[in-house]
């Protein structure tokens, strides 16, 4: 009786186990197939930013979600690997994380239609090995075979493709710094200055920086009274590498300085003192002198505490600076 029981658990094990291995072989088999573009989904190329790493692509399909690793296929190729940062309507707004053909991406406009890849992209279009090249390709037979992988052009990511000595699109800064104006008889004098600043790398090593800051002039244009000042620039730059993973960046630009004082020019009967209408000309117009619309330039220079953080100095026709700044 043990023994019939002992040959019929053996047998139905051994019919189970057939039965199982059959189905993985199976999944194997139409998982390791050739995956064809004209399986794929097609969407369109709309908008490409200047840095060529973001794209606006659509989503008519309803193929992938925010996100999704997608790989975008051209002429039948993988063209480059990217994540779903935000998927709205039939619209995505993708990221390039990889690129696989330098020339494909190149290639890449507005308009274009790609053939999309939701997920693992492994294989695509790539022929089912041999269990014979699949042992060869697992086994480690000498040292060399360590570093005998190749390295090609199409495994680098877009950083690593790109030109930029500064690799991010973007840096704010705080600052402090020394600004000049007038003081009451009308000579130059520099005032304490606190100001922020906003760069964009619109192209390779090109930036564009915008910037605002203010401070207060105490007993100007007259003792007891305060002016307020007002800077606006804008600079267009660009970077140069330099020693001690420093980046100088030469700059030229346009400067608006503006001026308010509400006292000025105004007779406070409440003082005791009566000025004469030639003292209140003079108050309007010393606040009227610390208003400028000039051209500036100057130099930048930018020393990388830590990764994402610069030291800064500025040292320009429009400001001399010190401050911070963090890159992303």
Known sequence: MMRSLLVALTFLFLTTNSYSQSVIDEFNEQSESNQLASELVTEKITKVS????????????????????????????????????????????????????????????????????????????????TEEEKE????????????????????????????????????????????????????????????????????????????YGQNLINDYPSPGFDTKMTNVFIRAKYTISAPFYSFVQPYLGFQMINASSPQAGVDDPNDGVTPTQAQLDNEIQLVEDLKKRQVIFGLTVLKRLVPGWFIRADLGSDIMNVGFSLEF
């Open 50 to 129: 200047n840095s060529k790493r973001t794209y606006i692509i659509t989503n008519e399909n309803q193929a992938f979600n925010k996100g999704d690793f997608i790989t975008l296929v051209l002429a039948n190729n993988l063209a480059a690997r990217a994540i779903v940062a935000k998927s709205l309507n039939d619209l995505a707004g993708i990221k390039i994380i990889k690129i696989y053909s330098l020339d494909l991406f190149k290639s890449f406009r507005p308009d274009l239609e790609v053939q999309i890849i939701r997920g693992d992209d492994s294989f695509f279009g790539a022929k089912k090995e």
């Open 136 to 211: 060869d390709a697992s086994l480690l037979k000498e040292e060399e075979d360590l570093y005998n992988g190749t390295l090609l052009e199409d495994d680098l990511s877009l950083d690593e493709n790109t030109n930029r000595k500064i690799k991010t699109d973007n840096i704010i800064s705080l600052n402090v710094g020394l600004i000049e104006g007038l003081n009451n008889d009308g000579s130059t004098q520099r005032y304490t200055h606190l100001n922020g600043m906003w760069m964009y790398q619109f192209e390779d090593n090109i930036w564009a920086e915008v910037g």
